[in-house]
């Protein structure tokens, strides 16, 4: 029955002409004779259509030109159908008659057009929870925000709902939404993305929930926003919310005046009028970067024909390792490395253009060794002489009027603290300090006796038999002379200064008993904090960029990171570092990146990076 019900599909009211109505005859042919006369293929079901791959078909081809056909309007085709269909008219007609095969093949495909037109898609209903008008939408009792509001909507309202979450893109698909109100939930989290796409949102109400902060530009894209209202939360002032500060600096909409609920000292602020200042919101931390698998005493960093390097002494090999920064890795790598005997520090020091490296051995005598760029590697070209430097444990470098000088410290019984000096060849025997006095440790600093006067230089020799010694530079005959000792600071094995807004501290470092840091105050230095200490060997300030720290080492528990806080004017506790047995720390800077070296008597020397956090990011 499909060839007639597509005929009676046709209203012959629609005719162009009355002449044009079903003819008689056609009524009366049954089903095998239409399909005979038309040829019109049988209509197949989706399934076999789609096996077939064309869906559906006419197999009908027109080989003939279809001028005609084209050149007449639908109802003209069909009532030059019938006109074919009558033999007696379609002999009358001749030519003029339009050939059944194209009239079935329009049938056809005018058949095809009306079963595949797909319906168009229903209107969203209103939710269930949800009462709507033509613009309108009040949702109360919701489990969640219902995806089927109708998107002509203007303004929405969510009130006394379950949910207490609300994800990203959850208004999706309201184009039109002017007004919205989430007022008077439970709700505790946004998304950032909860408000993507509603460019023509004009006032948004978050009012008497339950927030304590909002995501980060979670405002953004709502470009025709002007009253924002977000009174009765419970916001927390962290560094979480100083966007919002910002945001209230900078937004032209208006924001109904809101308050902190903390942090305590924040108590009942009003948020509008903080600033980003009231935020410190930047930490740092040592992030564990690298593991060099040796043992190392000291650690230096120097900079040589426009490169940064690093040399490491290594007590069991003898050796010290030269290393360069890898651009391409972001690694350390090695460079070079001198052979000696039990090294225990290795000191560089560039005068022009040329590199000479100091290496202290505890046997077998120290030497300086000089870089030979033509040959691309360490000549040793010195021997320092060894009645005096008989048991090495530290070496400073320091310029005073453009003359170059380095200094020993000794910790032996017999052996002399002593001072060398450039000369244009060589390094020669300047002036002994300290004779006998087994020193473990020299420091090179400047201080100013009085605030009028300038800073002169002096260096500080810690010992195991006295307290620190302080020397002073007298320019007159170019020599440092006795000047002080620090008073009641026993057993100190290191002193290392730092300066704080043109003041100078020292941390002075103690194995047994309290370390200190201590202030200059002009004519000595005063006591001004006191770190636990047991086995301690190393309490080292160090600067990076803007932040000071000091780092006390230990070889029975973990070495403690202070930083510096400038309103209390003293250190505090900032991070644990797991080091075994450290006996020096070394900031080192390459390539925009801090890093801090770490050595380790007794295991890996290890290798930190110094990171920068944002928290409001």
């Known amino acids: 029955m499909q060839v007639r019900s597509l005929l009676k599909q046709l209203d012959p009211s629609h005719l162009a002409a009355p002449h044009r109505s079903l003819p008689r005859a056609v009524h009366r042919w049954s089903e095998e004779q239409l399909t005979n006369q038309l040829q019109v293929p049988v209509l197949k079901s989706r399934e076999t259509e789609a096996k077939e791959k064309g869906g559906l078909l006419c197999d009908l081809v027109l080989n003939q030109d279809n001028h005609h056909l084209n050149s007449r309007s639908p109802v003209h085709v069909w009532g030059y159908f019938f006109d074919c269909m009558e033999s007696d008219r379609s002999q009358r007609m001749g030519n003029a008659c339009i050939p059944l095969k194209r009239i079935a093949y329009c049938l056809c495909l005018l058949s095809a057009l009306l079963l595949t037109e797909g319906k168009k898609p229903a209107k969203p209903k209103c939710p269930a929870v949800c009462t709507c008008t033509k613009d309108n939408a009040l949702c109360e009792n919701a489990r969640s925000i219902p995806r089927t509001v109708p998107p002509d909507v203007i303004s929405l309202l969510f009130t006394s709902n379950s949910f207490d979450v609300i994800s990203d893109d959850a208004f999706i698909g309201l184009p039109h939404l002017e007004y919205l109100f989430i007022e008077n939930n439970n709700i505790k989290s946004i998304s950032r993305h909860t408000f993507r796409g509603l460019k023509s949102l004009i006032h948004l109400s978050l009012a008497n929930n339950n927030l304590q902060t909002l995501p980060k530009d979670i405002f953004k894209g709502l470009d025709s926003l002007t009253n924002v209202d977000l009174r009765g939360n419970s916001f927390n002032c962290d560094c979480k919310l100083k966007w919002l500060v910002e945001w209230l ?241 026993e057993d100190v094995y290191a002193v290392k200064h730092f300066s704080v807004k043109g003041d100078v501290y020292i941390c002075l470092t103690r194995f047994i008993g309290d370390s200190k840091v201590m202030k200059w105050g002009g004519s000595s230095f005063q006591d001004i904090q006191r770190m636990p200490s047991r086995g301690s060997m190393v309490f080292q300030p160090l600067q990076i960029n803007n932040y000071q720290y000091a780092i006390l080492g230990s070889d029975y528990s973990f070495t403690q990171v202070y930083n510096w806080d400038a309103e209390k004017a003293k250190f505090v506790k900032f991070q644990e570092l797991n080091v075994q047995a450290p006996r020096s720390f070394t900031h080192v800077s390459i390539s925009k990146r801090n890093f801090l070296f770490a050595s380790s008597f007794k295991g890996n020397t290890q290798i930190y990076k110094h990171v920068i956090v944002d928290l409001s990011a």
């Open 249 to 489: 600096g900078h937004t032209n909409a208006t924001v109904e005046d809101i308050y902190c609920e903390g942090p305590p000292e924040y108590k009942k602020r009003k948020i509008n009028s903080l600033s980003s200042k009231d935020f410190d919101c930047i930490i740092t931390e040592f992030a564990k970067s690298q593991d060099l698998p040796f043992q190392s005493l000291s650690i230096d960093t120097f900079s040589y024909m426009n490169d940064e390097y690093v040399v490491i002494a290594q007590p069991f090999t003898g050796k010290c390792i030269f290393l360069e920064w890898d651009h391409v890795e972001k690694t350390f790598r090695n460079y070079d490395n001198i052979t000696g005997t039990s090294t225990v520090v290795c000191k560089p020091i560039v005068i022009e253009t040329q590199l000479y490296v100091i290496v202290a051995q505890l046997f077998g005598g120290s030497h300086i060794y000089k870089r030979d760029s033509f040959a691309n590697k360490f000549i040793k070209i010195q021997d320092i002489e060894i009645l005096k430097i008989r048991k090495p444990n530290d070496i400073e470098t320091f310029k005073i009027e453009n003359n170059w000088y380095f200094v020993v410290a000794d910790s032996s019984k017999a052996g002399f603290t002593t001072i060398y000096k450039w000369n244009g060849n060589g390094f020669y025997s300047h002036q002994s300090l300290h004779a006998w006095y087994r020193d473990t440790d020299v420091e090179y600093l400047e201080i100013a006796r009085t605030p009028q006067t300038l800073r002169t230089p002096h260096l500080i020799l810690s010992s195991s038999s006295q307290r620190p010694v302080i020397y002073q530079w007298n320019k007159a005959i170019q020599l440092f002379t006795n000047q002080t000792d620090i008073p009641n600071m």
